[in-house]
T-cell receptor, first 113, second 114 residues
Framework: GDSVTQMEGPVTLSEEAFLTINCTYTATGYPSLFWYVQYPGEGLQLLLK???ADDKGSNKGFEATYRKETTSFHLEKGSVQVSDSAVYFC????????????WGLGTSLAVNP | EAQVTQNPRYLITVTGKKLTVTCSQNMNHEYMSWYRQDPGLGLRQIYYSMNVEVTDKGDVPEGYKVSRKEKRNFPLILESPSPNQTSLYFC?????????????FGQGTRLTVV
């Protein structure tokens, strides 16, 4: 079945460092890919998404490109801030899954001043 | 404002005492689901509903019940809670159109069963 694998955390960075969180997937058909973010004490919220190969999703300085050839959707940000400290989840949506989202386990990011 | 509202945010209860966690959305979404989040296990789907009176089991349905009598509400019922149901619970909703739609989450309910 469909699955998502994302890099384990926690990830600790200094402010203004470059961030990459790896996400790879296996799926049949043409899934959509998502990154969700969970700030401390809050629910998850959509950070960005891509619905077809070679699409780039972007939001709040974060970017991820849907790479079908490498089945990847890595999250990047050029310069992280303390306020980016959160847990990041990669997810896959496939119409054949009864609308169910397939989730990675989450990567905790801590950014130090 | 588009939102999913869960109540309560925090709950401590004793083993065996029935409880209900409410979930309501104001976006007219057809699809709603419940997740539990546990350290090292990520998000696991408990139940989902594709529309009124249509519910189905997710990955970890044992010990839980749901109902969908109205489109906006999707309560989670624990008939006889046990300590292994101590967890962080999230309700989510989304439009029923393809696979690229955004899921909106509630703030979460932290449940402790003693």
């Amino acid at each position: 079945g469909d699955s998502v694998t994302q890099m384990e955390g926690p990830v600790t960075l200094s402010e203004e460092a470059f961030l990459t969180i790896n996400c790879t997937y296996t799926a049949t058909g043409y899934p959509s890919l998502f990154w969700y973010v969970q700030y401390p004490g809050e629910g998850l919220q959509l950070l960005l998404k891509a619905t077809k190969a070679d699409d780039k999703g972007s939001n709040k300085g974060f970017e991820a490109t849907y790479r079908k050839e490498t089945t990847s959707f890595h999250l990047e940000k050029g310069s992280v801030q303390v306020s980016d400290s959160a847990v990041y989840f990669c997810a896959l949506g496939n119409a054949g899954n009864n609308r169910k989202l397939i989730w990675g386990l989450g990567t905790s990011l801590a950014v130090n001043p | 404002e588009a939102q999913v509202t869960q109540n309560p945010r925090y709950l401590i209860t004793v083993t065996g005492k029935k409880l209900t966690v409410t979930c309501s959305q104001n976006m007219n979404h057809e699809y709603m689901s419940w997740y539990r989040q546990d350290p090292g296990l990520g998000l696991r789907q408990i139940y989902y509903s594709m529309n009124v009176e249509v519910t189905d089991k997710g990955d970890v349905p044992e010990g839980y019940k749901v109902s969908r009598k109205e489109k906006r509400n999707f309560p989670l019922i624990l008939e006889s809670p046990s300590p292994n149901q101590t967890s962080l619970y999230f309700c989510a909703s989304s439009l029923f159109e393809g696979s690229g739609t955004e899921a909106f989450f509630g703030q979460g309910t932290r449940l402790t069963v003693v």
